[in-house]
């Protein structure tokens, strides 16, 4: 009967947990899991057998906000009126809900954007967190669109998972604009600073999955203005 | 600091619709509006828009068919058009040609004949010949001490 309740228990705990339990005596367990019931609905549940129910979350390193921009309809409507915050998620699960529900960027009407920012960001040069940084880019013409939606939810479970960034963290957000001309992926950092940048852009150029003959280029948000700037970094 | 791989995050995808903590719907909706708009716009500049020659690339064929031309041995030449269509008679020969009569009325177009009337009336008064007597002028005439 002991022996019963302790299994019954383990099945209600995550896996991580279980590891902790099973190095632990049999009345370490008990005594840790006295504040714990196992009702009659319950038994047999299990994270696998019942993945709804299942209240563990993967917390992320910090809190994200999906921005989209609306293309425009009418001729009185500004920038700030288009650029809107679609929702903020801090864990993995909640990421997967808003990705899975939301249209891909291949469904996207011309002239929309995705944007995805740390914290309380805004996705513009304005911000204070931005002023100082740039943003590395790449197009893809339309003849490599197909795989457009791949190549972005693979940017967004880099720049979520932070597996792109250092210690440090340099990602600010990243975005991708739906063109007439194809689609552009940018990942915005907080510095210009050179050393750093280039260990970031060589691991965004391997997300992307890009050939050694394309050009991932960044630019400095302070030449943004300038039609005619050219990339301060090139890989 | 919270690090995942890709793998690891898409290992924690969920098999099943997990539903998102803001308004899909509405979200859905408004990109639908806007992606309907936009079809109209592109429809609306499609049909206002000029229309352009389509002869750039098919160019109507304007190909008069060519007179037969013989020679005699005379040297003179006689053209003939072969007709598409011979009507036959009874007797298996071909019939004579019923040609209608038409009595064609031209009317000139007045536009493009010049005009008559001069351009400048003043004009009228210098071509008008002047045979007025002029009994002044007379007296001082030298006509008659010559004579």
């Given amino acids: 009967m002991h022996r019963q309740k302790v299994r019954a228990l383990i099945s209600l705990l995550p896996p991580h947990h279980c590891v902790i339990i099973i190095n632990m005596s049999v009345e370490e367990v008990t005594q840790k899991t006295q504040g714990l019931s196992v009702s009659e609905n319950q038994e047999g549940q299990t994270v696998l057998s019942n993945s709804k129910d299942f209240n563990l979350k993967h917390p992320l390193n910090s809190k994200w906000t999906l921005w989209y921009t609306k293309p425009p309809v009418g001729e009185n409507e500004s920038w700030s009126d288009l650029l809107r915050p679609v929702t903020s998620f801090t864990t993995v699960e909640e990421f997967w809900a808003i990705q899975q529900s939301i249209p891909r960027p291949r469904e996207l009407p011309l002239k929309s954007d995705y944007h995805l920012f740390r914290d309380d960001i805004r996705p513009e040069w304005e911000d204070e967190a931005n002023s100082k940084g740039g943003k590395w880019s790449f197009q893809f013409k339309s003849a490599?669109?197909?795989?457009?939606?791949?190549?972005?939810?693979?940017?967004?479970?880099?720049?979520?998972?932070?597996?792109?960034?250092?210690?440090?963290?340099?990602?600010?957000?990243?975005?991708?604009?739906?063109?007439?001309?194809?689609?552009?992926?940018?990942?915005?950092?907080?510095?210009?600073?050179?050393?750093?940048?280039?260990?970031?852009?060589?691991?965004?150029?391997a997300v992307l999955q890009l050939e050694e003959s394309d050009k991932l280029e960044f630019f400095a948000h302070s030449s943004a203005n300038d039609k005619n700037a050219r990339p301060t970094l090139v890989l | 600091?919270?690090?995942?791989?890709?793998?690891?995050?898409?290992?924690?995808?969920?098999?099943?619709?997990?539903?998102?903590?803001?308004?899909?719907?509405?979200?859905?909706?408004?990109?639908?509006?806007?992606?309907?708009?936009?079809?109209?716009?592109?429809?609306?500049?499609?049909?206002?828009?000029?229309?352009?020659?389509?002869?750039?690339?098919?160019?109507?064929?304007?190909?008069?068919?060519?007179?037969?031309?013989?020679?005699?041995?005379?040297?003179?030449?006689?053209?003939?058009?072969?007709?598409?269509?011979?009507?036959?008679?009874?007797?298996?020969?071909?019939?004579?040609?019923?040609?209608?009569?038409?009595?064609?009325?031209?009317?000139p177009n007045n536009?493009?004949?010049?005009?008559?009337?001069?351009?400048?009336?003043?004009?009228?008064?210098?071509?008008?010949?002047?045979m007025t007597f002029n009994a002044f002028a007379a007296l001082e005439s030298d006509e008659e001490d010559q004579v």
């Fill in chain 2, 1 to 107: 600091m919270a690090k995942y791989t890709e793998e690891e995050l898409l290992q924690l995808k969920p098999t099943e619709d997990v539903s998102a903590n803001f308004d899909v719907d509405g979200f859905k909706t408004m990109i639908a509006e806007v992606a309907e708009h936009h079809e109209i716009a592109d429809l609306f500049h499609q049909k206002a828009r000029r229309r352009s020659s389509h002869h750039h690339a098919v160019r109507p064929k304007i190909k008069a068919h060519k007179p037969k031309i013989t020679k005699d041995e005379e040297g003179w030449c006689t053209s003939t058009r072969k007709a598409s269509v011979v009507a036959v008679g009874d007797d298996g020969e071909p019939s004579p040609a019923f040609v209608a009569q038409e009595t064609l009325r031209v009317k």
């Fill in chain 1, 144 to 205: 490599r669109a197909p795989h457009i939606d791949d190549l972005w939810l693979r940017a967004l479970l880099a720049v979520i998972g932070e597996s792109i960034d250092e210690d440090d963290s340099e990602i600010n957000g990243v975005v991708v604009n739906v063109r007439r001309s194809g689609y552009k992926i940018g990942l915005w950092t907080k510095s210009v600073d050179q050393e750093p940048l280039s260990k970031v852009g060589a691991k965004f150029k």
């Fill in chain 2, 111 to 130: 536009k493009n004949i010049a005009s008559s009337r001069p351009a400048d009336t003043r004009d009228i008064v210098t071509d008008k010949p002047t």
